[in-house]
């Protein structure tokens, strides 16, 4: 005897609703796109597209967890699309709790608005048989393919707009919504219903969009965790409205574009090098180890990609080398590299070009018939660069440069040259040359810095002998890593006076102090704490600037002076004067006497006499490091 089922009137009446219910739905909303296809073969047609040129993408995932509360949200949308009241009151009593069956019918209806939008998108994006944007749907998950034809490229931004405010309508939480907008032509990738598209090249060079399943995307569950962490108080909700209005700033969006032009280099991992090397370059230095490793690292792992870019070149030169005709062509970048482009060689060949290939004249003649105004105007901004090519190159000539001595001095030192601030007029300025000391420790020191002014002796007054004798020579020779004094705590200024004599109302003094202001500027130096030294004439130059630009100094050192300033106008300085003893072209007696006088006036005054020393003691003035804490002490009042 065989066991029938026994039949529960019950279930049997509520399936014979379901599937009345199911059919008044059926017949009430048709969906303009298709709700539940096969993935596989929504991501062929997608990739097919991607080939024809469709690459601007912009792809949503409605992330929305169906449990009992996004059930009812459902039904809410559904019952907004129907204009049945009874057909609506029957959905709500018939589906009670969630049926798995009618989902995709559900969302169908729900989204029914959303369709339309893409129906339209994609008959503005017609024309004639070809279309230049592509939509569908399949689910929770929509994408608009669109190409780059600037006539059409407003659909794309419309699109997105359009469908951001009618999720808004349907009243979807910000949070669950997940959007790709992207150009896979840009190395971008795209995940659609769980799978990867990207762009590739094949060994022929010839791109082609792969696909790949790959897992579901651990975004999408971090949404629905923060969901449940934190509800309808998720801050993201509150502070959408405010993300909202800074993406459609303009600077923003720059931004934004700037992020996504950077970001699509960072492709693979080969790639990374190539990400790393300005940022290394930036932190360590474009002359570092690190940034040279790792642009060394760029060829090695990506060594497929320079073949490709070598073969690439390869075959453009070897396509202009067709016919004998084009040998000139093929000769001219040869010639300009072995003999210059100020040679006459590379131009005869450039005349044979257009003897052996006069059919390019005839072209370009009539490229010229055709755009005239476009003739007109690169005419005048040749004639308009030739015209100002002098004062361009005046202008780079007579620029003011700081570079390093070719001489084995120690790191730090430099040798300048500066023409007045009006370089950038072009105007012709005599140079002032001069050397400049900036301790190799205060690299990365926001300072600002304490500067000593030293002015050489008559016989130091070329930029080959500047750094010979006196202030320089003792900072080379004794201070430094590893040197008897340590580091040395000042900047150095070591202006080049032609005439040798520093004199006071001359055109070269005056000179030596905007170039003074100028490395004041740039070097970060304190202004309150510069200070003047100098030896034999440089020492007399001592006075004559301290007399002259009386409010410039917090000290003054002159050593080995010839002359005797003015005392009422030097004797708020404070000053260390060093002689010697023994020197028989500046007598001693007239030194003695002058630190007598600046007592007498008040004057902060210390003099140091060199017993058995004559006129050459810079090595016993600046090797010394007491002169040092003497200066640093010391401030403008």
């Known amino acids: 005897m065989t066991n029938q089922p026994l039949h529960d009137p019950q279930t049997e009446e509520s399936h014979g609703r379901q599937d009345t219910l199911q059919r008044l739905l059926e017949s009430a909303v048709s969906p303009a796109l298709p709700s539940d296809p096969d993935p596989e073969k929504t991501i062929q047609w997608v990739a097919g597209n991607i080939d024809k040129g469709l690459c601007r993408i912009y792809a949503v995932h409605i992330n929305e967890c169906l449990d009992e509360e996004g059930y009812k949200r459902l039904l809410e949308r559904v019952s907004q699309r129907i204009d049945d009241p009874q057909l609506t009151k029957s959905l709500k009593e018939t589906l009670t709790a969630p049926e798995q069956e009618f989902v995709p019918l559900l969302t ?97 060079g010839e791109e082609r969009t792969r696909y790949r399943l790959v897992e579901k995307s651990k975004r999408r569950y971090a949404r629905k965790a923060r969901s449940r962490l934190f509800g309808r108080y998720d801050p993201l909700r509150f502070l959408q409205p405010a993300l909202n209005w800074i993406a459609k700033k303009r600077s923003w969006q720059t931004v934004e574009r700037t992020y996504r032009k950077a970001n699509a280099i960072q492709v693979g991992w080969r790639h990374l090098p190539i990400t790393l090397l300005p940022i290394l370059m930036l932190l360590f230095g474009w002359l570092s180890p690190v940034a040279l490793l790792c642009l060394a690292a760029i060829p090695v792992c990506n060594w497929r990609w320079m073949v490709d870019v070598l073969l690439t070149a390869y075959e453009k030169a070897n396509s202009i080398q067709a016919r004998w005709h084009h040998l000139p062509v093929t000769l001219f970048p040869v010639l300009m590299f072995l003999f210059g482009w100020r040679s006459l060689v590379p131009w005869l060949d450039l005349t044979v070009i257009f003897l052996c290939n006069w059919h390019w004249s005839l072209g370009i003649v009539r490229w010229a018939g055709r755009h005239k105004m476009d003739v007109v105007v690169g005419t005048c901004a040749v004639a308009a660069l030739i015209a100002v090519s002098p004062l361009l190159r005046e202008i780079y000539a007579n620029r003011p440069r700081e570079t390093v001595p070719s001489s084995s001095l120690p790191p730090g030192f430099y040798r300048g040259e500066y023409h007045g601030p009006s370089w950038w007029n072009g105007e012709s300025v005599p140079a002032t040359y001069y050397g400049l000391y900036v301790p190799p420790h205060f690299q990365g020191q926001k300072g600002p810095f304490p500067l000593i002014v030293y002015l050489h002796g008559y016989g130091e007054r070329t930029k080959s002998r500047i750094f010979k004798a006196g202030l320089p020579a003792a900072i080379a020779n004794r201070f430094g890593t590893n040197k008897p004094n340590g580091h040395f705590q000042f900047v150095a200024f070591f202006p080049i006076d032609p005439t040798g004599h520093f004199q006071a109302d001359s055109a070269e003094v005056e000179r030596i102090m905007m170039a003074l202001d100028y490395v004041i500027g740039r070097h970060r130096i304190d202004p309150s704490r510069v200070y003047l030294t100098g030896t034999s004439a ?91 804490k003497w200066l640093a002490s010391k401030r403008k009042r």
């Open 108 to 204: 169908d209806i729900a989204f029914e608005s959303i369709d339309q939008i893409l129906q339209q998108a994609k008959a503005l994006g017609r024309e004639e048989n070809f279309l230049h944007v592509q939509c569908t749907r399949v689910g929770n998950e929509l994408i608009v393919l669109a190409d780059r034809d600037p006539r059409y490229e407003w659909i794309l931004p419309a699109v997105q707009k359009r469908l951001r405010e009618e999720l808004s309508d349907l009243h979807y939480d910000p949070a669950a919504i997940e959007s790709q907008s992207l150009d896979l032509s840009l190395g971008h990738r795209l995940r659609f219903l769980d799978y990867e598209l990207r762009i590739v090249r094949d060994r022929h």
């Open 538 to 628: 440089g020492g007399s130059g001592v006075w004559e600037l301290a007399q002259a630009y009386p409010d410039r100094w917090a000290a003054v050192v002159p050593v080995c002076s010839f002359i005797s300033p003015d005392v009422e106008k030097v004797r708020h300085l404070p000053a260390w004067i060093f002689h010697g003893a023994q020197d028989k072209l500046a007598p001693v007696e007239r030194e003695r006497y002058l630190v007598q006088q600046l007592k007498e006036a008040g004057a902060e005054v210390r003099y140091t006499e060199l017993p058995k020393k004559g006129h050459i003691i810079g090595a016993e003035t600046y090797n010394p490091k007491e002169l040092y």
